[in-house]
T-cell receptor
Framework: SQQGEEDPQALSIQEGENATMNCSYK?????LQWYRQNSGRGLVHLIL?????REKHSGRLRVTLDTSKKSSSLLITASRAADTASYFC???????????FGKGTRLHILP | GAGVSQSPSNKVTEKGKDVELRCDPI?????LYWYRQSLGQGLEFLIY????????KSGLPSDRFSAERTGGSVSTLTIQRTQQEDSAVYLC?????????????FGPGTRLTVT
């Protein structure tokens, strides 16, 4: 499997519920970033969490990072229809500073 | 201020033709990246520039792909003798510095269709 793999691949939830997406990676990282992509558009940066941080909040977003498990989660609370999008995690590797994107989780918020 | 812009937004070309894709980064951003995204897939790194130089060309899929950046600003990605497998959305991003700690700002992409 590749660096920065998200799961699930697709997620459908009712509006108002919380959505949780996970990202796993393999190598040592400097930081991990989450991006959102609305259909047919460019990616928008959501949040960056550094390897020495465990949790970060931004509005309705909560990101956790567990470097021992090489995993991160993105929680969106009180989901809205506008949250429907694909969400990508991206890891910046320590060995070569490369940023590697996963294949994303497609989130669909049902009205 | 203005974000990253890309042109054209859509390009349909015949197999075997050459295409040029353009990226205008955010003013003052020294780093510029090109990615390719096939339908329903993640981003495939192609190349990045720090200023006008491209230290890492490892992501270019073949010698038909080339990119340049002039004046530390505009970049063009050229695909020669296009093939159907080149059909994808080509995304450009820029950042204040290279990778570490710098978020990337993405353009809207160029959707390339090779017929």
């Amino acid at each position: 499997s590749q660096q920065g793999e998200e799961d699930p691949q697709a997620l459908s939830i009712q509006e108002g519920e919380n959505a949780t997406m996970n990202c796993s990676y393999k190598t040592s990282i400097n930081n991990l970033q989450w991006y959102r992509q609305n259909s047919g558009r460019g990616l928008v940066h959501l949040i960056l969490i550094r390897s020495n941080e465990r949790e970060k909040h931004s509005g309705r977003l909560r990101v956790t990072l567990d470097t021992s498990k090489k995993s991160s989660s993105l929680l969106i609370t009180a989901s809205r229809a506008a949250d429907t999008a694909s969400y990508f995690c991206a890891t910046v590797q320590n060995r070569d500073d490369k940023i590697i994107f996963g294949k994303g989780t497609r989130l669909h918020i049902l009205p | 201020g203005a974000g990253v812009s890309q042109s054209p937004s859509n390009k349909v070309t015949e197999k075997g033709k050459d295409v040029e894709l353009r990226c205008d980064p955010i003013s003052g951003h020294t780093a510029l990246y090109w990615y390719r995204q096939s339908l329903g897939q993640g981003l495939e790194f192609l190349i990045y520039f720090q200023g006008n130089s491209a230290p890492d060309k490892s992501g270019l899929p073949s010698d038909r792909f080339s990119a340049e950046r002039t004046g530390g600003s505009v970049s063009t990605l050229t695909i020669q003798r296009t093939q159907q497998e080149d059909s994808a959305v080509y995304l450009c991003a820029s950042s204040l510095g290279y990778y570490r700690g710098y978020e990337q700002y993405f353009g809207p992409g160029t959707r390339l269709t090779v017929t």
